[in-house]
């Protein structure tokens, strides 16, 4: 993880620094707590200034300071890390082996053919000397942040930048769209005194559609919103990425269910592990389950492993497991997606490490309070018939209940005793962080409203601010029954985005199939990705990465992502079947394998719903309304 960021200016009026403010470099500095320091370019003939400034978190090889520079003035700042395409060494860090590689390419296609090989999440900045020009641009998911702001014709100026600082008399900033790479010909623009973006889109290698219909597509898109002085363009060689994923299978299968409802019928698709593993029986589908298995377990050891891990302890003998600290984190809620992630990391994670488990409660409203208690949590929502009667009876005990109890404390504490029967000798650490209203408004003002712009929706602040809490990891652990403070030491923070995109876990899903069949679910899903990019993973990258930790994402490797694709609807999903059983199917049957059982079958619940953060504000509000709570806020504090 690291904070980069780029001005450039065409105007010898414009200091580079009028767009780099000091709240800016605050808060890259905290995504990049190991290194930072800037670099500045001036082309005097042709009147044109770079200013490059790189943050970095170490997590790979040897410490590599950023941007980089050469002999022949290339500059390259990068925020991404490398699983897989270009080889990265155990000791060697992907910084230098991709600036390595980019002065390597003498032609805009070698760049394009670099970047469509690599597969993992990145954002970049690469100054070629040779031609005075400034490529940049993100990932095909959009897994790392970059945002991009331009100034008006007369300072003709832009600024790239991981992460940024809302102000209302601010030019407005923008996310990079994950559309392709961009380039920009400094000195075509510091002669014509305008700026033009040159764009490279991603396309699939084997799309029906032309190229010109896939410019003509994206260059729309791209330029919504931008300012009418700046230019996107179409690159003349018309060039463009190999996605790195294959395209949705849209199949329709005409017997579909057939075979699977022959094997449940004896269970009348009840919400239960005896209806997952009545599917499992079916010799196809166990074979199915076993191949997804594998392709996420190995996603998940691949974001588990790829960091630096402390050679003292590792030389620690015998080694103590109470002091050992943890490297990798999960965001956990003790649902279906989270359970998953966290029993695959089990497999990879050295067994004498903890693994921390972030779970994330707001206390209500005060007027709430002794409704919610009274409750027990009773409702459909939360109701966890699929714990075992004693179990039930321990969880829901009204002495135990307190105002953090909300559902997500619940399941999550359920989930933990299920992973510890999986794995008795590991440390789990469930971290209870548990956040007041007080601090929720505080925090919220002083840095989380920075960190989700320029997303503005009543949905971003519930779900930044939840993750926010959870990633900083404070709160406390259980140790001999007495709850003691804890601050998670890991780095890495894993986290289910991606599933229920992909695996029709949201409840849209089920009203799209209702009105649309199948047919209209598969465009749904296929949207569901197209826009994951500018809906979540920027502001969870630069949510996360406030706290020098890195969001890892298994559920969106390419492998994964492109196994799934490869299937038809039926074999992900079935809306046929009742919530908690038909929605992510192939996962709930995925755990099940595994040997988990109480989560395989809980019903989907959204982060704001079940940490509580949406009781806490007007239940008048809709999620897609813009979010007052997020404007007009002091930037001296960040």
Not at 146 to 175: G, P, T
């Amino acid at each position: 993880m690291c904070g980069i960021c780029c001005v450039i200016t065409l105007s010898s009026q414009h200091g580079l620094h009028d767009s780099f403010s000091k709240d800016v470099l605050s808060c890259l500095r905290r995504r990049g707590p190991d290194s930072s320091q800037q670099l500045i370019k001036t082309v005097s003939d042709l009147s044109y200034k770079c200013l490059f400034s790189g943050q970095v978190l170490h997590l790979r090889g040897l410490m590599t300071a950023q941007p980089l520079e050469d002999a022949n003035n290339n500059i390259f700042l990068w925020n991404g890390e490398i699983f897989d395409g270009v080889h990265v060494g155990s000791l060697e860090n992907d910084t230098e082996i991709m600036f390595h590689r980019l002065t390597l390419c003498n032609s805009e296609s070698e760049i394009l053919s670099l970047f469509s090989s690599l597969r993992g999440p990145w954002s970049f900045i690469y100054y070629q000397g040779s031609s005075d020009c400034l490529w940049f641009g993100r990932d095909y998911f959009g897994r790392r942040s970059l945002l991009w702001q331009f100034s008006n014709e007369v300072e003709r100026a832009v600024c790239l930048a991981s992460v940024s600082v809302y102000s209302e008399s601010d030019k407005q900033w923008q996310e990079v769209p994950a559309s392709g790479i961009f380039k920009i010909d400094l000195k075509d623009c510091a002669t014509a005194k305008a700026l033009s973006l040159s764009l490279f889109p991603w396309k699939y290698s084997c799309t029906e559609k032309t190229g010109e219909e896939i410019f003509t597509n994206v260059l729309d898109q791209v330029s919504k919103g931008l300012p009418n002085h700046i230019l996107v363009v179409a690159n003349e060689s018309r060039l463009c990425l190999t996605a790195p994923v294959i395209p949705l299978n849209k199949t329709i299968s005409e017997a579909l269910g057939e075979c699977q409802c022959t094997n449940v019928s004896n269970v009348n698709n009840t919400v239960s592990v005896e209806t997952l593993q009545a599917f499992l029986r079916v010799e196809h589908k166990k074979k199915l389950v076993h191949q997804f298995i594998d392709v996420l377990s190995e996603a998940v050891k691949k974001r588990v492993l790829a960091l630096v891990r402390d050679e003292d302890e590792k030389r620690r003998d015998p080694p103590s497991m109470s002091t050992r600290k943890a490297h990798v984190a999960v965001l956990f809620s003790g649902g279906i997606d989270s359970m998953l992630i966290a029993a695959l990391a089990d497999r990879h994670v050295p067994m004498e490490e903890p693994i921390d488990l972030l779970n994330v409660a707001f206390t209500t409203k005060e007027q709430n309070k002794q409704k919610c208690a009274s409750k027990k949590y009773s409702d459909q929502e939360v109701h966890l018939d699929l714990l075992s009667h004693q179990e039930s009876c321990e969880v829901f005990d009204a002495k135990t209940t307190n105002e953090f109890d909300v559902p997500d404390r619940i399941t999550g504490r359920a989930g933990l005793k299920e992973l510890k029967v999986l794995n008795s000798l590991r440390t789990w650490n469930f971290v209870e962080i548990n956040v007041t209203v007080e601090e929720l408004k505080r925090m919220r003002q002083q840095r989380i409203s920075h960190l989700i712009y320029p997303l503005d929706t009543v949905l971003d602040d519930s779900i930044g601010c939840a993750v926010w809490f959870a990633s900083r990891g404070e709160g406390f652990v259980s140790n001999c029954g007495e709850l003691k403070p804890y601050r998670s030491s890991a780095k890495v923070v894993l986290t289910g985005i991606g599933a229920d995109e992909q695996l029709a876990g949201y409840s849209r899903h089920r009203v799209c199939f209702k009105n649309y069949g199948l047919e209209g679910l598969n465009k749904e899903i296929e949207m569901e990705l197209d826009r994951i990019s500018s809906r979540n993973l920027g502001r969870d990258d630069r949510i996360i990465g406030d706290h020098g930790k890195e969001a890892r994402f298994p559920f969106l490797d390419e492998d994964v992502v492109s196994f799934l694709n490869s299937l038809p609807i039926s074999e992900k999903a079935d809306l046929t079947l009742p919530r908690g059983l038909g929605e992510k199917l192939l996962l709930r049957l995925a755990a099940v394998e595994l040997g988990l059982t109480a989560s395989a079958i809980l019903p989907k619940r959204a982060v704001q719903f079940g940490s509580r953060i949406a009781k806490l504000e007007s239940n008048s509000e809709k999620a897609s309304d813009k979010c007052s709570r997020l404007k007009s806020l002091p930037t001296d504090e960040v």
